[in-house]
């Protein structure tokens, strides 16, 4: 079983303070993955790594930055927190090669901007 | 949401009963994620499919890549059961990025 740490697990922030939100993975994995979930909207995809050093856009990525500095950390940071950013974020990591690319995921971060 | 549709949104089944979950696909899809969402906010990992069947247990999840749907039968439904279900679609290519529906949640009576 895939093993991925996400901290902090809860975070209240003001606004326009900078928010870090850290990802581990333990899997050798090369691909790591940032979504967040809202009610209405499921999960939807902020960021995304294919390895140390890369980072890519997903469907949502304004207003958020990733930093891939090793293959076990993916960070999430928002540089001007805004309340419209309050949300359950959701670490994952996938390909396990051979052609899996399944996805494992983080218990999750909530974020509370006020 | 669009894209990958769920049905139904909601569900309530009492205890020892079967249902049928069903995902539709607007988009090519190489494979297909089942996860079930805890009262407690963790993501479980179902299935993971290529078009194809897999059981485990009381589940079992079909992946029809012709037809673009995928479905997931719950036998003798338990207590445990209840939560929040998602299928996500693995795009075609290279991205390997996930498009979730927006799940169904089920409650299990007894």
């Known amino acids: 079983e895939a093993a991925v740490t996400q901290s902090p697990r809860n975070k209240v922030a003001v606004t326009g303070g900078k928010v870090t939100l850290s990802c581990n993975q333990t899997?050798?994995?090369?691909?790591m993955y940032w979504y967040r979930q809202d009610t209405g909207h499921g999960l939807r995809l902020i960021h995304y790594?294919?390895?140390?050093?890369?980072?890519e856009k997903g469907d949502i990525p304004d207003g958020y930055k990733a930093s891939r500095p090793s293959q076990e950390n993916f960070s999430l940071i928002l540089e001007l927190a805004t309340p419209s950013q309050t949300s359950v974020y959701f670490c994952?990591?996938?390909?396990?090669?051979?052609?899996?690319?399944?996805?494992?995921f983080g218990p999750g971060t909530r974020l509370t901007v006020l | 949401g669009d894209q990958v549709k769920q049905s139904p949104s909601a569900l309530s089944l009492q205890e020892g009963t079967n249902s049928a979950l069903r995902c539709n696909f607007s988009?090519?899809?190489?494979?297909v994620q089942w996860f079930l969402q805890n009262p407690r906010g963790s993501l479980m990992n179902l299935f993971y499919?290529?078009?194809g069947t897999k059981e485990n247990g009381r589940l079992k999840s079909t992946f029809n890549s012709k037809e673009s749907y995928s479905t997931l039968h719950i036998r003798d439904a338990q207590l445990e059961d209840s939560g929040t279900y998602f299928c996500a679609a693995d795009l075609t290519g290279n991205t390997r990025k996930l498009i979730f529906g927006l799940g169904t949640t089920l409650q299990v009576q007894p």
């Open positions: 899997n050798n994995h090369n691909n």
């Open positions: 499919l290529v078009p």
């Open positions: 994952a990591s996938g390909d396990g090669g051979l052609g899996d690319y399944e996805q494992y």
């Open positions: 790594s294919y390895g140390a050093g890369s980072t």
């Open positions: 988009i090519a899809t190489t494979t």
